[in-house]
């Protein structure tokens, strides 16, 4: 599925909204370059965020990251 992880992120964030959950939107520096990553969370009960996000399928450091590529959902932030 060709995507970024900030379409993904909203349209998972509508999505868990329109399901009464609440979630957040994340910001944090990419790790494979000098630019933001957008990841979705939602609140536990514990407390703790559960983390969804898109990655490349093939990631690697890149000075620009292409506008969509193809990736996959990931559980997790690690």
Do not use: Q, T
Not at 13 to 37: C, D, M, N, Q, T
Not at 46 to 51: K, M, V
Request: hydrophobic content about 35%; aromatic content about 16%.
């Amino acid at each position: 599925m060709k995507s970024n992880c900030l379409a993904f992120a909203v349209r998972l964030y509508y999505r868990r909204k329109r399901a009464g959950r609440e979630g957040y939107l994340v910001i944090r520096r990419s790790r494979w370059g000098p630019f933001p990553h957008i990841l979705y969370a939602e609140k536990r009960r514990s407390g703790s965020l559960r983390i969804v996000s898109y990655i490349p399928l093939f990631p690697h450091h890149k000075p620009c990251p292409p506008v969509v590529f193809n990736g996959h959902s990931k559980w997790g932030d690690f």
